[in-house]
Each structure stands twice: as structure tokens, then as C-alpha cells.
């Protein structure tokens, strides 16, 4: 009797064990869409993606804080830096579609910046610059290639 009942809580033990291991296993952590995607896509296209691609939203939550760096205009004793007058970017439309209207930001956050929402140039391996005089920075764009090896890296540490 006692033995049936040791082997009993052993199997119930494996079971359990393995039941907790699969729910870990499967990715439980559901991707949320940055609210920043909803500026510079459709709603819809959003949802779709939830839906049927979650690593394209977790790649461009990623992307949306990863893709530039900020410096200071202002440094001391060092060369100045030159680039492209970011005013003259151009604002996509959430169909995709690079609009007449430029860069019309008149505040930096990194929290609510959205790189999506312009039409910077992304060049594979060079790092365009754009100029912000109003706020005292150049926005450095990363390269395509950069960003992609940097949030397969991330995923694998999560």
C-alpha cells in the first residue's frame, strides 16, 4: 500500500514537474504593442501582426528605442559634428506611405521619440546623422544590420 502510494505521488510529481516546465517553455510573456506603433502604422496592421507575427511587434518595440543615439552639439573642445538638418525629414503616414510634411518635433524624449514615424535613412553600414539644433543634439541612426544582431542578442538573454 505504501509503495503504491509512493509511486503514485512520484508520477503525479513528473507530471506536475513537466506540465510547469511546458507552460515555461512556450513563450508566456505576451508581446504588447508599443503605443508608438499605433502613430506610425494602421490599427489594423498592428493587430494582424499581435496575431500572426508577435517577433515583428517585440522587433519593432525594440527597434523604436535602439535604432539611434543621441550626442551633445555642445562638446567641448572637440570637433563639431556635422550631419543632416533633421527638419528636412519627411513623416511617413500609417499606410506606409513618406508624406510632404518634415520633422515638426519640437521636444525630445526618448520615451515618446518615434524613429518609425520619419523617414530617416537606414543605411546598412553607415551611421547617418541628423542635426537638431533646437534641442542641442544629433540623432546618430544605426545601421539595419546593428539593430537586428542587437535584438537577436536581446532575445536570447530574456
Known amino acids: 500500500m505504501k509503495r503504491n502510494l509512493i509511486k503514485n505521488t512520484c508520477i503525479i510529481l513528473v507530471l506536475c514537474l513537466t506540465l510547469i516546465t511546458s507552460l515555461f517553455s512556450q513563450n508566456i510573456s505576451k508581446v ?5 506603433l499605433y502613430q506610425c502604422f494602421e490599427k489594423s496592421y498592428v493587430d494582424n501582426l499581435l496575431k500572426n507575427n508577435p517577433e515583428k511587434i517585440a522587433y519593432y518595440n525594440f527597434y523604436l528605442d535602439h535604432s ?3 550626442v551633445k ?8 559634428i556635422t550631419g543632416i538638418d533633421i ?12 508624406t510632404t510634411r518634415t520633422f515638426n518635433e519640437t521636444s525630445f524624449n526618448t520615451k515618446t ?3 518609425l514615424k520619419y523617414a530617416f535613412n537606414n543605411e546598412n553600414m553607415n551611421f547617418p546623422t541628423y542635426i537638431w539644433k533646437e534641442m542641442g543634439i544629433a540623432i546618430v541612426i544605426r545601421p ?3 539593430i537586428k544582431d542587437d535584438f537577436k542578442m536581446d532575445q536570447r538573454n530574456k
Open 73 to 80: 552639439l555642445d562638446r567641448i573642445g572637440e570637433k563639431p
Open 144 to 146: 539595419e544590420q546593428y
Open 87 to 98: 527638419h528636412k525629414v519627411n513623416i511617413k503616414s500609417p499606410d506606409g506611405k513618406v
Open 32 to 36: 504588447i504593442p508599443d503605443s508608438r
Open 68 to 70: 539611434y543615439y543621441t
Open 113 to 115: 521619440f518615434n524613429m
